[in-house]
């Protein structure tokens, strides 16, 4: 047990080893502070080969016609070699930008919202409990059941595959962080602010939304911003719902391509050329959420006050 302060022996004869840590306990703090580094670096490891892969595979196939063209159809035997070397994904951006856009829309609205009443309004009560326990359960719900969720809700009341239900499904995987980053952002303001809002007239709806969520707004983008890394990345969900095609979206309730889906039907190609470009799609998806990773560290580093 430590002694206390009055218990110190004092004076020239005062034994200073017996406060020092003995060698026992430095060797277990040494073994323990190398196990650390060596799990560190055991998880780095499988980090350090996929971009290193990633990296090699696909930045020799980067070039600027990924961005215009269209991604090579028709190949086969009779096709001549040189034009299996061309070719690019412009509908597969086009079409992850967009539904990543049509999730955003409709789960950002509805994730601030719900995030509001848990804090604010609803505080203590069993909705709140219990929209907390939909949460979690929602965030570790495999995408494959958002999915097919969004298959049966959107694809077969529409009767066809379309960027509108890959938005619902991606929506869905969104909503969970969300809610929770807008939480915290909210349980970040301090009680004075609300207190002092009240005290000058103003009522609860003019304090929250006028006085705390402004305040909180670092939060919630840094919420859309980590849920938008995440959706850009889900294949199973889109195989459900956006299908793929191999043109240009025409229309929001038509099949749409995206990265992922290109990149799970490329990489299972026999021709060369495909798989060159899934390669070359799995690295721009990996900047594109490294991109977005590094705009939600910079603006989590905002105070709110």
Request: glycine content about 10%; proline content about 6%.
């Amino acid at each position: 047990m430590t002694p206390l302060p009055s218990q110190l022996p004092t004076g020239e004869h005062a034994d200073l080893n017996q406060f020092a840590v003995s060698s026992h306990r430095q060797l277990f703090g040494q073994v323990m502070t190398g196990l650390v580094f060596a799990c560190v670096a055991i998880s780095i490891v499988p980090l350090a080969s996929i971009l290193f892969m990633v990296i090699t595979n696909g930045l020799g196939g980067f070039s600027p016609s990924i961005f215009t063209e269209l991604p090579p159809v028709g190949q086969g035997v009779s096709v001549p070699a040189a034009s299996l070397q061309v070719g690019g994904f412009r509908n597969a951006i086009v079409g992850t930008l967009l539904t990543c856009a049509i999730g955003g829309i409709i789960s950002v609205p509805f994730g601030v919202l719900v995030a509001i009443y848990t804090v604010e309004f609803g505080q203590g009560n069993w909705i709140s409990q219990f929209v907390r326990f939909c949460t979690n359960v929602l965030s570790g719900v495999p995408s494959i059941i958002a999915g097919l969720f969004a298959y049966g809700i959107v694809v077969l009341l529409t009767g066809g595959f379309s960027a509108v239900a890959g938005g619902a499904a991606l929506s869905v995987l969104m909503l969970p962080t969300i809610i929770r980053t807008t939480e915290e952002g909210l349980k970040s303001v301090p009680k004075a602010t609300r207190l002092a809002a009240v005290g000058v007239g103003a009522t609860n709806f003019q304090t929250v939304f006028q006085i705390v969520l402004p305040a909180a707004l670092p939060f919630v983008a840094t919420g859309v911003t980590l849920a938008i890394a995440r959706a850009a990345g889900e294949t199973a969900p889109l195989l459900f719902t956006c299908l793929f095609n191999q043109y240009d979206i025409k229309g929001l309730w038509e099949p749409t391509a995206t990265l992922s889906v290109l990149i799970y039907n490329f990489a299972i190609s026999p021709y060369p050329n495909q798989q060159k470009l899934a390669w070359v799609a799995a690295l721009l998806i990996v900047l594109l959420i490294l991109s977005i990773s590094i705009f939600a560290r910079i603006i989590s580093r905002r105070k709110v006050y």
